[in-house]
């Protein structure tokens, strides 16, 4: 177990007593994470404690092969629009865990709850810090596997949003590509990965067109549902955009409806394609 040893000389971490953990544990799918003060330096951060019986579950969704940790995926981006991890290894109890910037923001899915519109005249503006996000993950080598509103966190004062969370994630290599790993959020999932078939980053792209579609909107392409069966409409042509936001550029409109092609060879096949399609847009609205 090489790999935490890059870290705290090799020890295994007793977070209980190096850190003072300042907010309950917000549980997610596959961890709890908290707000923790680091009780040595003082330094405010986002600790991440792994739950091992799903994250091995997942990690038998690819038998034979070995996919990296989470830690060992995260710690490799350095982006301002990707949050920081600073250490990872495993626990005295021999969880894995990962020490992160804490951002301090919400959730894009919670500001998308809120009736006010807070995103006014800046949506442009996250929709590129956005793609790229994505763009880094794949110029990474990797495959993210869950980009919905959920796992983007506005940081400081809310002019920031950034990309979390590398649970899912992959190397984009033809041994993580193979059908069957139906892993990701229902409402944000492409159809060739609902269905099983071999995949590729443009199930990226198409979770990144989903998101910020809903970023515009509040609204989804299909009907909301809380399960890989809702999944299933994702198919069938979406609910043009114009429809929610009728004022939309037609050239951003356009570019979203590109990410969400039901058929991935009709996507763009890489997101800074999506990026240029809209780099000289100044305005989101006509």
């Known amino acids: 177990m090489g790999f935490f040893k890059q870290f705290l000389g090799g020890t295994k971490l007793d977070y209980k007593k190096r850190y003072e953990l300042q907010l309950s544990a917000m549980s997610g799918t596959m961890s709890k994470v908290y707000k923790a ?52 290894g495993l626990t005295v109890d021999n969880e894995q865990y990962l020490v992160m910037e804490y951002l301090g923001g919400s959730g894009l899915n919670s500001v998308l709850l809120v009736q006010e519109d807070l995103m006014a005249d800046a949506r442009l503006h996250y929709i590129r810090q956005v793609a790229e996000a994505v763009a ?24 920031v949003l950034k990309l979390t969370d590398f649970g899912l994630t992959v190397p984009d290599l033809p041994a993580f590509k193979e059908p069957g790993n139906r892993t990701g959020t229902a409402n944000y999932m492409a159809p060739e990965l609902v269905r099983r078939k071999p995949t590729d980053r443009r199930l990226d792209i198409f979770a990144f067109g989903v998101t910020i579609y809903e970023l515009c909107t509040k609204m989804l392409p299909w009907p909301r549902g809380d399960n890989a069966n809702a999944a299933m409409t994702h198919s069938e042509p979406p609910e043009q955009i114009t429809t929610y936001r009728p004022q939309i ?6 570019a979203i409806h590109k990410c969400i092609e039901p058929d991935p060879q009709n996507r763009f096949a890489e997101i800074r394609q999506f990026i240029r399609a809209i780099a000289k847009i100044e305005h989101e609205d006509e």
């Open 37 to 88: 003060r680091d009780k040595e330096t003082g330094e405010i951060v986002a600790l991440k404690i792994l739950d091992m019986v799903k994250t091995n579950a997942i990690v038998s969704r690819v038998p034979g092969v070995k996919r990296p940790t989470e830690g060992e995926i995260a710690i490799q981006f350095d982006h301002p629009y990707i949050i920081k991890t600073l250490s990872h």
């Open 136 to 159: 880094e993950v794949h110029d990474k080598g990797f495959i993210h596997r869950d980009i919905c509103p959920r796992n983007l966190i506005f940081a400081g004062d809310g002019t």
């Open 249 to 254: 550029n037609k050239t951003l409109a356009k």
